[in-house]
């Protein structure tokens, strides 16, 4: 399973970026989808997931942040509106298998990352 992420920039304290991530490989509808994000000096968390057709999301984006997958392009997207200057980080695409709900939120629970895609949000 491969991972490609993009769409990551500067912006404004309140504007938005949509993240793409196309996976390739053997991907599959028993795999997880998520987003962490890293910040520097901070340990990686989590910020979005999606497993069959659940999502979930971290309370810090919560209502300003979209997970949807297109299966067409085999694409995951993170739309992110109300953009705050603490969500500045390194965002990263992940999958895993069979992975249980309970542990959707550990970085370590996922087989497969993105490169990275940077997100600077400006005051």
């Known amino acids: 399973v491969h991972l490609q992420a993009s769409g990551g920039g500067l912006v404004q304290a309140g504007g938005s970026l949509r993240l793409s991530c196309v996976v390739s490989?053997?991907?599959?509808?028993?795999?997880?989808l998520a987003w962490f994000r890293q910040a520097p000096g901070k340990e990686r968390e989590f910020v979005s997931a999606?497993?069959?057709?659940?999502?979930y999301y971290a309370d810090s984006v919560r209502g300003r942040f979209t997970i949807s997958i297109d299966n067409a392009k085999n694409t995951v997207y993170l739309q992110m509106n109300g953009l705050k200057t603490e969500d500045t980080a390194v965002y990263y695409c992940a999958a895993g298998a069979r992975i249980i709900t309970g542990r959707l939120r550990e970085p370590t629970a996922y087989d497969y990352y993105g490169q990275g895609t940077q997100v600077t949000v400006s005051s």
């Open positions: 490989g053997r991907a599959n509808n028993n795999y997880a």
């Open positions: 999606v497993k069959w057709s659940n999502t």
